[in-house]
Structure formats: structure tokens, C-alpha cells
């Protein structure tokens, strides 16, 4: 496997985003006793303590991180939104718009700081600094929409991103690669009249949000077919996963061409995870990754950008990452995951005729609108 240098961002402030004594996805009270919600910043630090423990650490390069600016941040969000998030944050803390996001105070110089992050390893790779990079943000963004913070996320971390490599760096073409286990309904709002950006994305069908994510959904007037959706059945495990990948979004991407691939990294789609009922291993994260990198290499000289998303286990989030992180840098730990024993040989993983269907139907979608 060949050697590839690799950006990394992660700072322990994004561990002290609060987001309260939940229920999972309930607020405490009643009959719910308090306990913690299932954004948490467990499986993000324990993922950060895997990489330095297996010594991923030193086969990374380290990239400086600062907060986003207004400026960059209203690029894509409205000023309502963002003034909202400020000034809550600034009190007790409060709510990203959907009832369901909490934050505590300071939420907002750390959200910036996560959109920074997501940033600088664009940046770094546009540049040439790095060949890809992996941000290990935190709060995650892909549910952000321009006008409100959903599901957890307050601002869009790859929008922003890529907003800035459009305005700074002079890019045109863009690309996102969703396979967090909910729709990345976001991206799809933000850019839905933009032909410029492809966004796909691969997650459980009508999970959340619930109404969103159709394969009817192609994009708006003049940018039909810049919109890819993957609504894969419930149960599908690493089969599916690279089916969808190879079938969908390779020819898509190839057709498109895009200048650089931005990657939202979520977890989710893990065989442990409380939010999803799919069964993805680490290893289906690592061969995602590697067939990511593969496809990247031919359109877009190797560019690719991961920023993480959501991920809800915080025992089996660190080796799905650290295995997508040995695709990414080439580098072979040889850290073994608890959970292979359990879940490696599952029945899960074969691509399943009513998988295909699904997949083939989203390709069928994008060959007649020229992708």
C-alpha cells in the first residue's frame, strides 16, 4: 500500500461543546432521568486517544486550526442563524433551531472552530500541503441548514469549507460524499440550484430527517442531477455500502469531474450504533475510504477531504476511524477491532437483491441526467 501524506485537525475544544443531560434524543424530565445525549464528546476523544495511542499520530501531519469567521460563515448561513447561535451562547446556551440540538455556553466559539478546522484541511489539501486530510471535528454539521442548526449540527462544516476554497482558492467543481447514516438533507438544501457542487449521499432510508433524502431528489431548475441520493434499506451492511459507492457515485464523479472530493465522515452506519440499524464494520469504513481514494486519484489528482459527521458508539467510533485513517496515510497500525469477532462474518454484508434495486434505480437517475 502506497504512502500518502495526511492532514489531521483536532483540538480538545471540541470535547467541551456541552450538549446537556439528555435522553439520546430527548430532553430530561418526567419520566426521562437524566443521562446524557447520544452527541456526546466520547467517541470523538476516545478516537483522537486511538490515533495517538497506535501511534497513527506520527504518520499524520498535524495542521493549525482557527475559528471561521463571520464572514466565512455567512457565505452560507443567513445572518439570523448565526447571530441566533451567538447569543445564546453568549447566556445559559439554548437550542440550533429544531428543538432537538442543544448547546451550552461557548458552543459558539467552538462550532466556529469546528467549521475552521474542516477549513484548514481543505485548504491544505487544495494547496498541496497535504495529499488528503482528515478533520476530527465536533459539533458535526452536514443536518445544518442555511437558515437553522438540525440534528445536532450548528453550522454547516463542509459548506463552509468548501464555500471558502470557491471564494479564496479560485475552485469551481466540488464534490461531497455522505455516508453518515442519516440524509445529509444540509448540503442537499444549501446547494440544491447549484451545478457546481455534487452532492451524494448514502444513508438509511427515512431515518432522519425523515421527509428528506428520495431518489426523486436530483437538485433544482438548472442543476438537475447535481443531487444524488442513496436511500439504502435498513440492515445493509459493507456490500451495500461499496455497491452504492462503486455503482453510484464512481460514475458520477467521473462524469462530473470534480477538483477536489469533500468527504462527510460519519460513523453511524456502524454495526453498534444506537441511532442506526445498519451493519457496516470497520473494515467496510476502511474499503469505503480506499475505493474513495481510488476514484479521487483519477479525477481529481488524489484530492479528498474527510470531515467527521456523527458516529454515536463510543467504543467502536475509535476503530472505524483509525481504520479509515490507515487508508488515508497507507499506514498499517495494527490495531485489531474488538468488534470484528462479532460482526466481520456477519450475513449482513453480501449485497442483497432488494440493496441492488435501490442502488441500481439511483444509477439509472444519474446516467439519464448525464452523470
Known amino acids: 500500500m502506497s504512502t500518502r501524506t495526511t492532514g489531521y485537525v483536532w483540538n480538545e475544544r471540541y470535547a467541551w461543546h456541552d450538549t446537556g443531560r439528555?435522553?439520546?434524543?430527548?430532553?430530561?424530565?418526567?419520566?426521562?432521568?437524566?443521562?446524557?445525549?447520544?452527541?456526546?464528546?466520547?467517541?470523538?476523544?476516545?478516537?483522537?486517544?486511538?490515533?495517538?495511542?497506535?501511534?497513527?499520530?506520527?504518520?499524520l501531519t498535524r495542521l493549525p486550526v482557527h475559528e471561521a469567521s463571520d464572514e466565512q460563515l455567512l457565505r452560507v448561513h443567513t445572518a439570523e442563524h448565526v447571530e441566533s447561535i451567538r447569543v445564546q451562547s453568549a447566556g445559559r446556551g439554548g437550542d440550533g433551531g429544531?428543538?432537538?440540538?442543544?448547546?451550552?455556553?461557548g458552543s459558539?466559539?467552538?462550532?466556529?472552530?469546528?467549521?475552521?478546522?474542516?477549513?484548514?484541511?481543505?485548504?491544505?489539501?487544495?494547496?498541496?500541503?497535504?495529499?488528503?486530510?482528515?478533520?476530527?471535528?465536533?459539533?458535526?454539521?452536514?443536518?445544518?441548514?442555511?437558515?437553522?442548526?438540525?440534528?445536532?449540527?450548528?453550522?454547516s462544516n463542509v459548506c463552509v469549507a468548501i464555500e471558502e476554497l470557491r471564494a479564496v482558492h479560485g475552485v469551481e467543481r466540488v464534490a461531497i460524499?455522505?455516508?453518515?447514516?442519516?440524509?445529509?438533507?444540509?448540503?442537499?438544501?444549501?446547494?440544491?440550484?447549484?451545478?457546481n457542487v455534487l452532492a451524494?449521499?448514502?444513508?438509511?432510508?427515512?431515518?432522519?430527517?425523515?421527509?428528506?433524502?428520495?431518489?426523486?431528489?436530483?437538485?433544482?431548475?438548472?442543476?438537475?442531477?447535481?443531487?444524488?441520493?442513496?436511500?439504502?434499506p435498513a440492515g445493509s451492511g459493507n456490500g451495500a455500502y461499496l455497491a452504492a459507492i462503486e455503482s453510484v457515485a464512481g460514475p458520477a464523479l467521473r462524469?462530473?469531474?470534480?477538483?477536489?472530493?469533500?468527504?462527510?465522515?460519519?460513523?453511524?452506519?456502524?454495526?453498534?450504533?444506537?441511532?442506526?440499524?445498519?451493519?457496516?464494520t470497520s473494515g467496510g469504513f476502511k474499503a469505503m475510504?480506499?475505493?474513495?481514494?481510488?476514484?479521487?486519484?483519477?479525477?481529481?489528482e488524489g484530492k479528498v477531504v474527510f470531515s467527521h459527521e456523527g458516529g454515536y458508539s463510543p467504543v467502536h467510533v475509535p476503530f472505524c476511524g483509525l481504520a479509515v485513517l490507515e487508508a488515508l496515510t497507507g499506514h498499517e497500525t495494527g490495531v485489531e477491532d474488538p468488534f470484528g469477532m462479532s460482526f466481520d462474518d456477519s450475513p449482513a454484508h453480501p449485497l442483497k437483491p432488494w440493496q441492488d434495486e435501490v442502488i441500481q434505480l439511483a444509477a439509472g437517475i444519474g446516467a439519464r441526467l448525464g452523470l
Open 22 to 59: 439528555g435522553v439520546g434524543i430527548a430532553p430530561a424530565g418526567g419520566f426521562n432521568q437524566p443521562y446524557q445525549t447520544f452527541e456526546s464528546a466520547e467517541s470523538k476523544s476516545r478516537l483522537a486517544a486511538l490515533v495517538e495511542v497506535s501511534g497513527m499520530i506520527d504518520q
Open 289 to 300: 475510504a480506499q475505493a474513495i481514494l481510488a476514484i479521487a486519484d483519477e479525477v481529481c
Open 177 to 195: 460524499i455522505d455516508y453518515d447514516v442519516h440524509h445529509g438533507n444540509g448540503a442537499q438544501q444549501i446547494f440544491w440550484d447549484d451545478p
Open 200 to 232: 451524494i449521499s448514502l444513508h438509511q432510508d427515512r431515518l432522519f430527517p425523515q421527509d428528506t433524502g428520495g431518489l426523486d431528489e436530483v437538485g433544482g431548475p438548472g442543476a438537475e442531477g447535481a443531487n444524488i441520493n442513496i436511500p439504502l
Open 108 to 155: 459558539f466559539e467552538i462550532a466556529k472552530l469546528a467549521a475552521g478546522g474542516t477549513i484548514a484541511a481543505a485548504a491544505a489539501v487544495w494547496r498541496g500541503d497535504v495529499d488528503n486530510a482528515y478533520a476530527l471535528v465536533r459539533p458535526p454539521g452536514h443536518h445544518a441548514r442555511r437558515e437553522m442548526g438540525m440534528g445536532y449540527c450548528l453550522f
Open 98 to 105: 429544531d428543538g432537538f440540538t442543544p448547546f451550552g455556553p
Open 255 to 280: 462524469a462530473f469531474k470534480p477538483q477536489i472530493i469533500m468527504v462527510s465522515s460519519g460513523f453511524d452506519p456502524g454495526a453498534v450504533d444506537p441511532l442506526g440499524c445498519m451493519s457496516v
